[in-house]
């Protein structure tokens, strides 16, 4: 089946060590998208990628970076994690930005020690 | 500030009866609104939206309305069933552009 999948679906790891989460998706679509949620909160933007143009949050902090190097891949790069950055991170995708319905990853657990 | 509002952080239906959610928003540029279903240990999925166009739109057992003057949506869920217990999430979005969710309602339905 068509899917986003995203690894790890736990991810652990030390205060200040760089982390990656990544996201694949067999839906060949345009757009995708990196949202945070934190416990009982909205998801909030990060960024997201049309194709290979980068659209970044204006509040999403320098800390957070994203790379997509092909239409099915797309990665989140926490350079220096902080105990406020654990969360569940989600990988969306869409077939364009415009008010269309998203199709989520089941999401990364970040934990941060 | 929060654009979008879901007040009720949890409601508890007995199967059968009938589900409402709610969701108040406060950009009135938003012309576009959505909600998604999120089970235990899985994504967001898509339930059903509405453009403002119109004011209500239905979907078998879902039906979503909204009050554009009250800036103002709800689901219902008629008849609820035990499988729909999950969150809710609404989302709104002007003019084509990102979407702003809510925090979420987490319904129980009970057999």
């Known amino acids: 089946d068509a899917m986003v999948i995203q690894n790890p679906r736990y991810q652990v790891t030390q205060f200040g060590k760089p982390v990656t989460l990544s996201c694949s998706q067999t839906?060949?679509?345009?757009?995708m998208y990196w949202y945070q949620q934190k416990s009982s909160q909205a998801p909030k933007l990060l960024f997201h990628?049309?194709?290979?143009?980068?659209?970044n949050e204006a509040d999403t902090p320098d800390n957070f970076q994203s790379r997509r190097p092909n239409t099915s891949f797309c990665f989140l790069d926490i350079r220096s994690p902080g105990l406020g950055d654990a969360a569940m991170y989600l990988c969306a995708t869409s077939w364009t930005s415009t008010n269309e319905k998203l199709f989520f990853g089941s999401g990364t657990q970040l934990s941060v020690l | 500030d929060q654009q979008v509002k879901q007040n009720s952080p949890s409601l508890s239906v007995q199967e059968g009866r009938i589900s409402i959610l709610n969701c108040d928003y406060t950009n009135s540029m938003f012309d576009y609104f959505l909600w998604y279903k999120k089970y235990p240990a899985e994504g967001p999925t898509f339930l059903i939206s509405i453009s403002s166009i119109k004011d209500k739109n239905e979907d078998g057992r879902f039906t979503v309305f909204l009050n554009k003057s009250a800036k103002h949506l709800s689901l219902h869920i008629v008849p609820s069933q035990p499988g729909d217990s999950a969150v809710y999430f609404c989302?709104?979005?002007?003019?084509?552009?990102?979407?702003?969710f809510g925090q979420g309602t987490t319904l129980q339905v009970k057999p």
């Open positions: 989302a709104a979005s002007a003019r084509a552009g990102k979407l702003i």
């Open positions: 990628y049309y194709d290979k143009d980068f659209n």
């Open positions: 839906l060949n679509h345009n757009v």
